[in-house]
Every structure is written in C-alpha cells, then in structure tokens.
C-alpha cells in the first residue's frame, strides 16, 4: 500500500462542508484511493473509492488531483454524526483483507 | 444477512488464559481479516485470509493463531493471554476484485 498522509484532527460547523485531506504522492498507476470513517467504537465503515476520475456517492464525493498525489474527501452538509475518525487508504484492487490502515483524520462536527 | 458476527462482544481474562474470538460472515467472501485497536490508535492488521484453507500473516501476529477452515468462519485464537493484548478486535471481509472491506462490530478483551 502507498503511504499516505492526513491531518491529525480537523473542525467543521454544522451543515458546512467538511473537506478532508488526504497526500498520496508515491501512489503508483494502478492503486485506488479508498475512504472509510470509524465512529466511535464502532467497526470502521466504507465511504467511497475511485481511481482517477472525481466519484460522488449518497454520502460524499471523491476529489483527485490529476496528478494523483492527492485527494479530498468532502462532506457536503456535515452533520453531528458525522463526527468520525475518517481513514484514507492506497492501495491496488485485489486483496483488500490486506489493506493497512494509518491513524487517520478525527472529523469533528460542531454545532 | 447478518453481515460480519463478531463474538463475544466483551471478553476479561487473566494472563495466560487462552480464548479464541469468532468470527463468521455469511455474504460468501472470500477475503477475511483480523485487525486490532488499541485507544486512540487506528487499525494494525493481524492476521488475514484470501480463502479457506489460507493464511498469512499481517504486521503483528506474534501471540495470535488463525485458521480458516470454511468459506464463514474465521476464529482468531489468544495463546496466552497478555496485558499487551488488551485492545478492541475487529474483523472484516471482503470479496475478490473489490477492495471494500465489511467490519464486525468488535470484541472488546481486557487481559488482568
């Protein structure tokens, strides 16, 4: 899996969009970059993948720059239950039981 | 469709006390995994499966077994339990050529 990097902890108001970070930049040509969110004590939950192209889904859309070495998970309208610990991953296709999951961003939405 | 069962919920033991957690699927995947948590820390892989009959290992395997014997169960099994494997167990699945991973809800172990 590439490496990524994201923020430690971000803020957003509620009902703003939430545009969370996340660097990639030794991403190799067939690796997707996937986002899965981890509410407290909960298993951690997929969100949305893509490749290259900008993906939108029921519960956010999917950023890439073109370049690839980086992406933006954005929330539309955050809402308190969004607050979240959000994990950005790298990797190729295959094998996803594999998958290694870094720290991640804590998503903190307030009223 | 349950999705992934993890069992039990929450677990004390003693050191040296052996245990093993549960964990089925019944949405026929092939892949499954072991992660642990440990407090405010994200996920380190344990073990994982590509299908029955295979195992291998993740980044911290020293102290746990598994075995995959069938398509939807994958027990992850405790040795001899230690205080540096108190931490919060989750499981996963997957299917092939679909990196999306589904998790259980967790088993919670607290070793004394």
């Known amino acids: 899996d590439a490496k990524t990097t994201q923020p430690t902890s971000m803020d957003c108001a509620e009902g703003r969009a939430a545009n969370l970070p996340c660097n990639h930049s030794t991403i190799s040509g067939n690796e997707y970059v996937y986002w899965y969110r981890q509410i407290h004590s909960q298993g951690p939950q997929y969100i949305i993948h893509g490749l290259k192209n900008n993906e939108t889904n029921e519960m956010a859309s999917l950023i890439i720059t073109e370049d690839r070495k980086s992406s933006t998970l954005i929330l539309p309208h955050a809402t308190l239950r969004d607050t979240a610990v959000y994990y950005c991953i790298v990797r190729v296709n295959t094998n996803a039981g594999k998958s290694t999951f870094g720290d991640g961003t804590t998503l903190t939405v307030k009223p | 469709n349950a999705g992934v069962t993890q069992t039990p919920k929450f677990q004390v033991l003693k050191t040296g006390q052996s245990m093993t957690l549960q964990c089925a699927q019944d949405?026929?995947?092939?892949?499954m995994s072991w992660y642990r948590q440990d407090p405010g820390m994200g996920l380190r892989l344990i073990h994982y499966?590509?299908?029955?009959?295979?195992?291998d290992q993740g980044e911290v395997p020293n102290g746990y077994n598994v075995s995959r014997s069938t398509t939807e169960d994958f027990p992850l099994r405790l040795l001899s339990a230690a205080p540096s494997q108190t931490s919060v167990y989750f499981c996963a699945s997957s299917r092939t050529g679909i990196n999306i991973q589904y998790f259980g809800a967790g088993t919670r172990l607290s070793v004394l």
């Open positions: 499966s590509v299908g029955a009959g295979i195992t």
């Open positions: 949405m026929n995947h092939e892949y």
